[in-house]
């Protein structure tokens, strides 16, 4: 069975450190683009990083931009994303999205923020929450 596993998620205080990892199993990660979002109660689905597969450029949301580091080792068939001085606005589900093929990870993150595609694989997602 396909699927995306996140793991790492936990209770931190401001200023602390996480890493998330999004385990792939079922299929090779090589080809696909992984990106990260987040939910937070009440509010919309938001982009925060993304990694390509094949082409194009690391994307980081404006928000995380210095703090949160995404990388790959597709051998381990694994992304994680590295967060350092967490924040309360960080708190959130943390989800992670395999996306085949050659695809832009703007376009990733455009268009995953509102809609579900088919081929996708998505993860149950991973608490994350910033208090003191």
């Known amino acids: 069975q396909e699927q995306v596993v996140e793991s790492g998620g936990g209770l931190v205080q401001p200023g602390g450190s996480l890493r998330l990892s999004c385990a792939a199993s079922?299929?090779?990660?090589?080809?696909?683009?992984i990106g990260w979002f987040r939910q937070a109660p009440g509010k919309e689905r938001e982009g925060v990083s993304c990694?390509?597969?094949?082409?194009?450029?690391?994307y980081y949301a404006d928000s995380v931009k210095g703090r949160f580091t995404i990388s790959r080792d597709n051998a381990q068939n694994t992304v994680w994303l590295q967060m350092n001085s967490l924040e309360p606005e960080d708190t959130a589900v943390y989800y992670c999205?395999?996306?085949?093929?050659?695809?832009?990870?703007?376009?990733?993150?455009?268009?995953?923020?509102?809609?579900?595609?088919?081929?996708?694989?998505w993860g149950q997602g991973t608490q994350v929450t910033v208090s003191a």
């Open positions: 999205v395999a996306v085949f093929g050659p695809v832009l990870c703007d376009v990733i993150i455009r268009t995953r923020q509102s809609t579900t595609y088919e081929y996708d694989y």
């Open positions: 079922g299929f090779k990660m090589d080809p696909y683009a």
């Open positions: 990694i390509p597969g094949s082409r194009g450029s690391i």
